[in-house]
């Protein structure tokens, strides 16, 4: 009498697969549902500031970075404003580069006051960055003289 396990291996392979599967299409379904509503760690703050402060993070204390937080999140309704400003210029661009005969000239304009615009809030967001640094005590900001390993 001879066992047959071909039937029964097939059946486990099935169901891995479908497990696998479905591990796949929850991961795909979180990433999509994440990206879309907008939920993502942090407090929500405008990504241009975020990026100002991520090299501080690793160099400077907690407290310190918490200190420089606090006094970017007052600039925080000034930098939306210029990124709805930043979008509505992009918009603009977009159906000036769509035209059947696009004016180069209204372009270069659009691309030259999105220039600014993205320059202004720059230096707005990197000198209220280290108005807030050299605020801190001199033993705090000592770690950013330090390289950094990388």
């Given at each position: 009498m001879t066992i047959d396990l071909k039937p029964?291996?097939?059946?486990s392979?099935?169901?891995l697969a479908l497990v696998c599967s479905l591990a796949v299409n929850a991961f795909v379904l979180g990433a999509f549902v994440t990206e879309r509503l907008g939920f993502r760690h942090g407090d929500g703050g405008p990504r241009a500031v975020k990026m100002e402060?991520?090299?501080l993070k690793d160099?400077?204390?907690p407290d310190s970075v918490t200190t420089i937080e606090a006094s970017l999140d007052k600039l925080k309704p000034d930098v939306l404003?210029?990124?709805?400003?930043?979008?509505t210029l992009r918009a603009e661009l977009a159906v000036l580069a769509a035209a059947p005969e696009p004016d180069r000239a209204a372009i270069d304009e659009h691309l030259r006051e999105i220039r600014i615009e993205v320059g202004a809030m720059q230096e707005?967001?990197?000198?209220?960055?280290f108005d807030?640094?050299?605020?801190l005590p001199?033993?705090?900001r000592a770690a950013l003289g330090k390289p950094q390993d990388d």
């Open positions: 029964r291996r097939r059946i392979w099935l169901w402060l991520r090299w160099r400077l204390s404003t210029r990124l709805q400003r930043l979008k707005q967001i990197q000198s209220r960055t807030s640094v050299l605020a001199a033993d705090q």
